[in-house]
């Protein structure tokens, strides 16, 4: 199959894989955010893993994991969306008329980093949430924020810190994003072409 009869596979589908992708590695995200913010160097890997299951149980390793999910829907969703949109508008626009042919990679990383900054953007709320969810169970029990699931930490957030809140740090997730989409999509497009 000649590349311009190849079928080509729906953005949406990139959405999906980091959702299900999530499901299977948030259990080290969790351990990470906790490790991170540790006071004192405490606890290893493997020390804090045992630490959360003995003193929260099991699935406490999977504490946010719907802020999780959200933020891929929101954050990953969206990249995959605008990289392959625009792309797809820039090559018809290039291509009218003529036989196809491949974009510069330059383009490629113009529309990546595009992508990767709204896609922090869209996803910073689902960030702040997860992060919060999973790093609650190491506040005092009387500061805990015990948010039931991403949608009730989102509404009690706006509610008691204003809508601006939801945006904070969206602008290292934006700057993160540009980074991560530029190699992931640009270099792996660049790569197969």
């Not at 590349?3 to 299977?24: E, H, M, R, T």
């Not at 995959?80 to 291509?95: G, L, P, Q, T």
């Not at 969810?133 to 957030?157: G, T, V």
Request: aromatic content about 10%.
């Amino acid at each position: 199959m000649t590349k311009s009869n190849q079928k080509k596979d729906p953005w949406y589908l990139g959405g999906i894989a980091s959702i299900g992708a999530v499901l299977i590695t948030h259990p080290l995200d969790t351990i990470k955010v906790q490790l991170q913010t540790q006071q004192h160097a405490r606890f290893g890997f493997f020390g804090m893993t045992v630490n959360i299951v003995k003193n929260n149980g099991f699935f406490a390793l999977y504490n946010g994991i719907s802020a999780a999910v959200l933020r891929q829907a929101t954050y990953s969703t969206t990249r995959f969306a605008c990289y392959e949109i625009v792309k797809d508008i820039v090559n018809n626009r290039s291509n009218s008329g003529s036989k196809p042919k491949d974009m510069p990679f330059y383009q490629k990383i113009l529309i990546a980093g595009m992508s990767g900054a709204i896609g922090g953007i869209v996803g910073a709320p689902a960030d702040l949430t997860n992060v919060r969810m999973q790093n609650d169970s190491k506040l005092p029990i009387d500061q805990r924020r015990n948010y039931k699931h991403c949608f009730e930490a989102l509404f009690r957030i706006t509610r008691t810190e204003g809508f601006n809140r939801l945006f904070a740090g969206a602008s290292m997730a934006s700057s993160r994003g540009m980074l991560v989409t530029v190699g992931q999509l640009a270099f792996y497009d660049e790569i197969k072409s």
